[in-house]
């Protein structure tokens, strides 16, 4: 099953490197040929590796189903390029990778032109940690990953050390 080629299995990963403010933006597909499907992920995150607010929203298509699901972002940390982003399902409709209130966990690698993505659910995904699995190449779209130095106040602020 395609669903299947994107969960992740083994133990999660307790790399400790974390960036503070950190925002993760975009939208990407990732097309599978056994059988035809898309995944479509979008995110809206952002976070300081201990916590993290925003929006995970994925759906799944094929010829026979749409299914997608909505979480709330618990935690968002990075380690060089890669942005791992958890959250918590809140709505789901026919997503049988991940049910409400379940955990999720996206790695995205912020590779400029070439982005990829890996996904975890349930016991594999764990608060601000992701199992270490292979990248998903983007067929479509783009991430960024920001992040703002440790002593650089958030935009917006004003003036105020953070």
């Known amino acids: 099953m395609a669903v299947a080629m994107l969960a992740m299995a083994g133990a999660a990963s307790s ?8 925002a993760v933006l975009g939208h990407a597909e990732i097309d599978t040929h056994d059988p035809y499907s898309v995944f479509g992920f979008t995110v ?8 993290g607010k925003g929006v995970v929203w ?17 935690c968002v940390r990075t380690k060089g390029k890669v942005a791992v982003v958890t959250a918590v ?3 789901a409709q026919d997503f049988p990778p991940a049910r409400p209130g379940e955990s999720i966990a996206l790695a995205v690698r912020d590779n400029g032109s070439q ?14 940690h ?6 998903h190449p983007i067929t479509r779209g783009d991430f ?6 440790h002593n650089q106040p958030a ?5 105020h050390p953070s």
Do not use: K, Y
Not at 59 to 74: K, L
């Open 44 to 51: 809206h995150a952002q976070g300081n590796g201990r916590s």
């Open 130 to 135: 992701t199992a270490q699995e292979p990248d």
């Open 155 to 159: 935009s917006g602020n004003s003036g």
């Open 144 to 149: 960024r990953i920001l992040a703002r130095p």
């Open 58 to 74: 994925m759906s799944h298509h094929n010829d026979e189903q749409i299914a997608w699901m909505v979480a709330r972002v618990d």
């Open 89 to 91: 399902v809140s709505d």
């Open 115 to 128: 982005d990829t993505l890996s996904f975890a659910s349930r016991e594999q995904a764990t608060r601000c």
């Open 15 to 22: 790399e400790a490197e974390t960036s503070r403010n950190v």
